[in-house]
């Protein structure tokens, strides 16, 4: 029995067809390469801000360009403060009023101690002398006698009075020292807070990195839909406060994000050397590596068919400086060398159910034959469940004969043999 014979042993030949195109299994040692497309983005970025000051719209007096590379400390945007600087005088103002104030409500309150002492001292000597007096009623007649006690019943009720007054007038004093304190005290927080403002009107970079001015969605009055091309922001714009002006990218940490299909995912691992090329630098290649495989991604749910997608992370072995942030770049990631690796053209497996078949040439026919797929590299299916030199074929010859196999799908060029 010939190798084919012994390969395709599981399934009845299919009806003769000499129009069958098909290509012959191979033995080789294989390189596989996993290809894919991908873009370069950073690890950090900081959002540069208009400050949320309250009073209306900000103006824009100095803004880095798009692209400049800037150091932390280093001014990237500053606004008009003129509006900040008078309300800063006016707090200023304020405060050294409310201050005034105080002095003059704490001189006021003395000068009112002080009378009001006087007059309780009066007040206590008007009592003890209507006392005397009322001591000499048994020498007196009876009228004085009376007049004395009255006398007396009146010291009392003034000195009462005025004892009451005072503690009014204390209170009274008291209540004004608090309104002027706290009215300094608010000219103090605006004055601290109008400093602030002015403080937070020249931002500086937190980062060493590279500006990207954002788009202007103030210039639009807020409105903004799909497809619309904004200008970027600009020295004399105005701008809301809170608006996002721009972002500061650090460049130190940039990488290449990327993705592969789940027949891709098995041959990837951490460390697996990958070559970059770059759509914006044409004839030049870079160095990486794989620097994590992620989990797969949800796939879109209008679509079944739709493959799930695995995030891959690739990280340079050095970072040219001309590199950007959204540079498109197409990637060979280098897989796992396998030794004498038995393979054949992807195109040539199919899908029957939850398996994988080839169809085996035996005689003037085909016959189906149970495969596993190790991987895809190049174009080429690396096959378990047949053996090299086997011809199988390139279509489906069920179809030819009327069956209803479905043909799988090659998939993606993935990697080179080597010979």
Known sequence: MGPCASACRTQAALATDAQVPTATVKEADMQIVVRTTGALRTEQTRAITAPPIAGGTLQIIRLARSGEMVHTGDVVLEFDPSQQEYNLAQNRSDLEQGRQEIVKAKADAAVQTAEDQTALLKAKYAVRRAELEVSKNEIVSTIDAQKNLLALEEAKRALAQLEQDIRSHGASNDAALAISEEKRHKAQLAMDQAEQNIKNMRIVAPIDGLVVIHGNRDSTGGIFFGGMTLPDYHVGDQVNPGSSIAEIIDMSKLELFAQVDETDRTNLKSGQAVVIRMDSLPGESFAGAVRNVGGATARPFWDDNQKHKFDVEVQFDRLD?????????????????????????????????????????????????????????EGRAILEGVSAGTVVALVNPEKKSGGKSKAASSGPALGAATP
């Open 321 to 377: 400086p001309r590199f950007r942030p959204g540079f498109a770049a197409r990637v060979s990631i280098l897989g796992d060398k396998i030794t004498s690796a038995v393979s054949l053209p992807a195109e040539a497996v199919f899908d029957r159910g939850e398996k994988k078949v080839v169809f085996c040439r035996q005689g003037q026919g085909f016959v189906a034959q149970d495969v596993k797929v190790r991987a895809l590299s």
